[in-house]
């Protein structure tokens, strides 16, 4: 019996190991050259903690380009080059504009109603135009840009109120993002900056905690097999925190939605609520469309402005070129937004901080909905495709001293960041560009402009700027590791 049992183990293990290496080594022909694999774990063993830079380490041994591993039992080709990622974000955007979705996040009510996460269908054809033509029109966010001047002089006067204290910025602009949110959205606030205890701050803990589930690992992600079973329960927990979501702001939908129906104000709000009732959408577009505008929207903006602020700690030379530039363009005024486009500086500033710390180090990664040619190699029907972003910025081929911080090279350069510069992709590119840009953008250069006008600020316990960590912590954000902490001193103008 002992005997009969060794041999059904050994013809289930030999039959794993055919499935997991030995047949799937006959269908990577034409690939992109790459580290040779381990049977069934492929490169795993090889990545560490960074995945980006040690991407961008590879891409020097075994391909500039485009090269390719295992990661588990899955085949992933990574493009490195400007000349590459034209190749994946424009020649070949439609056969490769697939999503992979992580195991974590495969909520089926969430992501067949998501823009990010849902194939280029109708469905998905719907949202983007939405998006485009109301929600981030230029005229809705120039009527809305009281709003954000308002919410950035919230947080500069509650960071006043906080003078000689130790602030994990992070936090506070992150809290003042969701509130911005909650106004462009519903037109209220969402958290009490002044009270982390009270008001909705369960939306922002909820939010937090959603992030923090999509920047863990989970092994279904290497092995699809284990996806059907949950066995860790990541997308159980997902779910939950979605439904914990939904819920805050459901009561506020039913009344907008009764509301709207009845007719009821003679002054009807004219938010992003307000849009997507009036374009029809149902409660489960409108919950994955809210999810992701809070959700991508405060993490990634909160984390480029955390490296934006711990960029002009670190070199107050530039803090100094900003306060000039605004006090010979501006005066005495307060900073606007319809002001930005007369700040060079400014714009030079912001450009230079997504280059050096994109918020989304390999974007999201694309899925081949069926096999092509891409630069001479073969890429296999529902192969991986991640693009570097991380890497190409930091190119010395591409971009002179690429690790020094310095906007200046932006300056009376028509490098952008929309989408057609190849060697600047932070938003990624082709259909599957961040349709958030032209609003991500106004956070990134009020917020940063207002406290530079407002605020000085030092390190704790009088560390010298030059001794400031800027490591990295890699996730579904490129987050500064550890946070930073920051002392704020109120400045006269």
């Known amino acids: 019996m002992e005997v009969f049992s060794a041999t059904i183990a050994s013809i289930f293990f030999i039959i794993f190991i055919y499935i997991f290496f030995i047949k799937d080594q006959s269908s990577t022909k034409g690939l992109p050259p790459g580290p040779k694999p381990w049977p069934i774990v492929g490169n795993l063993l090889q990545l560490g903690d960074k995945p980006h830079a040690q991407f961008a380490e590879l891409a020097q041994t075994y391909g500039h380009d485009l090269f390719s591993l295992k990661l588990g ?19 070949h955007d439609r056969i490769l504009s697939g999503r992979y979705v992580f195991q974590s996040f495969r909520v089926e009510k969430h992501v067949n109603n998501s823009i990010v996460w849902c194939e280029c269908n109708d469905n998905w054809k719907m949202l983007r135009k939405v998006c485009r033509t109301e929600v981030f029109s230029a005229k809705m966010i120039e009527s809305q840009a009281h709003l954000r001047e308002a919410k950035a002089m919230e947080l500069v006067e509650f960071l006043k109120g906080r003078e000689g204290q130790v602030v994990k910025i992070i936090e506070v602009v992150f809290g003042s993002l969701v509130n911005i949110f909650g106004r462009l ?3 209220q606030d969402v958290f009490d900056l002044g009270d982390p205890t009270g008001g909705s701050a369960e939306m922002k803990d909820h939010i937090w905690q959603m992030l923090e589930m999509g920047n863990s690992a989970n092994p279904a992600d290497y092995f699809p097999f284990l996806g059907k079973f949950d066995l860790f329960g990541q997308r159980r927990a997902v779910a939950n925190c979605l439904q914990q979501i939904y819920d805050v702001w459901g009561a506020m939908l039913r009344e907008r939605r009764r509301a709207a129906k009845e007719g009821a104000g003679s002054h009807p709000l004219h938010d992003f609520v ?14 994955a469309l809210l999810m992701e505008l809070f959700g991508a929207g405060t993490e990634t903006s909160s984390s480029t402005i955390e490296w934006a602020m711990a960029e002009l700690t670190k070199n107050p030379s530039i803090k100094e070129k900003l306060r000039r530039e605004m006090e010979s363009v501006l005066g005495k005024e307060r900073v606007k937004e319809s002001d930005i486009p007369r700040l060079p500086y400014l714009q030079a500033f912001v450009k230079e901080t997504l280059r050096l710390h994109p918020a989304t180090p390999m974007l999201l ?11 001479g190699y073969t890429i296999p029907k529902d192969c991986q495709i991640m693009v570097n ?10 971009w002179k001293d690429p690790l020094k911080f310095s906007p200046e090279r932006f300056l009376g350069s028509s490098l952008d960041f929309k989408g057609n510069d190849f060697e600047f992709i932070p938003f990624g590119g082709g259909r599957r560009i961040c349709p958030g840009i032209p609003l991500a953008t106004q956070f990134i250069g009020i917020i940063v402009a207002t406290l530079v006008q407002n605020l000085d600020w030092s390190l704790p316990n009088g560390m010298d700027p030059s001794e400031l960590v800027m490591e990295e912590k890699f996730g579904l954000t490129l987050q500064k590791e550890p946070p930073l902490l920051i002392v704020p001193k109120s400045i006269y103008f």
Do not use: H, Y
């Open 73 to 91: 039992s899955q085949t992933v080709v990574v493009a490195s080059s400007p000349a590459a990622a034209t190749q994946v974000l424009k020649t």
């Open 185 to 187: 959205i519903f037109s």
């Open 274 to 287: 307000s849009i997507l009732l009036d374009a029809g959408l149902d409660d489960q577009r409108i919950n």
């Open 365 to 375: 990664p694309r899925r081949a909905l069926e096999t092509c040619q891409v630069m």
């Open 389 to 398: 972003a991380w890497a190409i910025a930091r190119d010395p081929k591409i």
